[in-house]
């Protein structure tokens, strides 16, 4: 059974400090997703990493991917308070895009 | 082009009760997948529909069925509701990588 997990599960940072959400997942997977969900609304895409070493960036987040360690990460260049919000990393299910497995998700507090 | 709509956005039942949940997907897009997002158990995936057929579903009572129509759009259905049903029932359409999800419908099952 695939199994995602996330940490930490909650951050609460600093105006202009760096950190990283971490994303393992346990079996063998094609795609990982990122996503961000602001109180009360949907799940709002990132990225998504489709192979080994993948790295992406926008803004002030960059993630990457490592598939045989089965880890993702998720970095935060000085935080801004616009990014606190809930991330869920997620993973396909058996090669399926439409059948995703989430983690738990981080709860991201930046404070001025 | 339009996002992912699901209506109703809110919804009141009672224990016992049926409900029926809509999502359109985005113009395109032939795959729609469900999930129930609840504070105790996060984000769970209920099934996917891919050109009429369902393709997947994930770990939920007989309660919980849904089809896909010719056009893609998709209803999904809970019999029987329990209040542990109450949740945001979130649709995604996915054309290629990308899964785009809808606002969400949130049950509140009493």
């Known amino acids: 059974e695939l199994k995602v997990e996330q940490n930490p599960l909650f951050l609460s940072m600093q105006e202009g400090k760096n950190y990283t959400i971490y994303c393992n997942y346990s079996?063998?997977?094609?795609?990982l997703y990122w996503y961000r969900q602001d109180p009360g609304k949907s799940l709002e895409s990132l990225f998504v990493l489709l192979s080994n070493g993948a790295v992406k960036q926008e803004g002030r987040l960059m993630a990457s991917l490592d598939t045989k360690a089965r880890l993702s990460t998720l970095h935060i260049t000085a935080a801004v308070h616009d990014l606190s919000a809930t991330y869920f990393c997620?993973?396909?299910?058996?090669?399926?895009?439409?059948?995703?497995?989430f983690g738990k998700g981080t709860k991201l507090s930046v404070k001025p | 082009k339009a996002g992912v709509t699901q209506t109703p956005r809110y919804l009141i039942k009672t224990r016992g009760q049926q409900v029926t949940l809509s999502c359109s997907p985005i113009s395109g897009h032939r795959s729609v997948s469900w999930y129930q997002q609840t504070p105790g158990q996060g984000l769970q995936f209920l099934f996917e529909?891919?050109?009429?057929?369902?393709?997947n579903k994930g770990n939920f009572p007989g309660r919980f069925s849904g089809r896909q129509f010719s056009n893609s759009r998709s209803e999904m259905n809970v019999s029987t509701l329990e209040l542990g049903d109450s949740a945001l029932y979130l649709c995604?359409?996915?054309?290629?990588?990308?899964?785009?999800f809808g606002p969400g419908t949130r049950l509140l099952v009493l």
């Open positions: 997620a993973v396909d299910n058996r090669g399926s895009q439409g059948n995703l497995i």
């Open positions: 995604a359409s996915a054309l290629e990588e990308t899964q785009y």
């Open positions: 529909y891919f050109s009429e057929t369902q393709r």
């Open positions: 079996t063998t997977s094609d795609r």
